[in-house]
């Protein structure tokens, strides 16, 4: 079974920055995208951004482009959530997920396989 484990998360003043890490370990695929989605208290999960395998194409969400960053490293099976300029509005627990057999991301929680437990950021005043 796949496993994914967030790090990096925590509590940050407005205007900060934090980087989260997404560890992919257990039963790999030979190729796939990766995700990162949010959860804010009483809303539902949403899209944040992804990457496909090799790394070139990204997407994100409107709320977050031009401050959050997505990243991979496959030789350690690793995904990274670079967050600068962070708002109060991202407050949430963000969870890395995995598309397996996928080259190319989505931006829906359906198509992902595998998620981690979720990491929590805070952003105060």
């Known amino acids: 079974q796949v496993q994914l484990v967030e790090s990096g998360g925590g509590l940050v003043q407005a205007g900060g920055s934090l980087r989260l890490s997404c560890a992919v370990s257990?039963?790999?695929?030979?190729?796939?995208?990766m995700g990162w989605f949010r959860q804010a208290p009483g809303k539902e999960r949403e899209f944040v951004a992804a990457?496909?395998?090799?790394?070139?194409?990204?997407d994100y969400a409107d709320s977050v482009k031009g401050r959050f960053t997505i990243s991979r490293d496959n030789a350690k099976n690793t995904v990274y959530l670079q967050m600068n300029s962070l708002k109060y509005e991202d407050t949430a627990a963000y969870y890395c997920?995995?598309?397996?057999?996928?080259?190319?991301?989505?931006?829906?929680?359906?198509?992902?396989?595998?998620w981690g437990q979720g990491t929590q950021v805070i952003v105060s005043s």
């Open positions: 990457i496909s395998w090799i790394g070139i194409s990204t």
């Open positions: 997920a995995v598309r397996g057999g996928r080259s190319s991301y989505s931006r829906n929680l359906v198509d992902y396989d595998y």
């Open positions: 257990g039963r790999t695929f030979t190729t796939y995208a």
